[in-house]
């Protein structure tokens, strides 16, 4: 099995599929022999508890699975978009700098 347009397709609709994982930050599927292994950077809300995160991440694992019985190894990370578009404040616009 290789990973075609339409696997890396069916894979990024599936993990889009929860309400929870707003955005596939970075995607990469690769072979190996007859399976795919699948390592996706999801983006999740930063309120989340861990409990909320590892059960968002297991069920986004299982509908991969699902969908694509070949994907047998599947490592999903957690993270908050961050728009490369948008202007972030400084540091010293969030912290306290210290008189010296």
Known sequence: MSATSENVAKIEASLLEGASI???IELQVASA???LVVGAKV???AELT???VSTILLQAK???QKALP???????????WIDPE???????????????
Request: no cysteine; glycine share 4%.
């Open 22 to 24: 707003r955005r596939v």
């Open 33 to 35: 022999g007859a399976d």
């Open 62 to 64: 299982r509908r991969v």
């Open 50 to 52: 861990m409990k909320e």
């Open 86 to 100: 948008v202007e972030q404040p400084t540091t010293s616009a969030i912290v306290m700098l210290g008189l010296d």
């Open 70 to 80: 070949e994907a047998t190894i599947v490592y999903l990370e957690p993270d908050v």
């Open 43 to 45: 983006d999740l809300d």
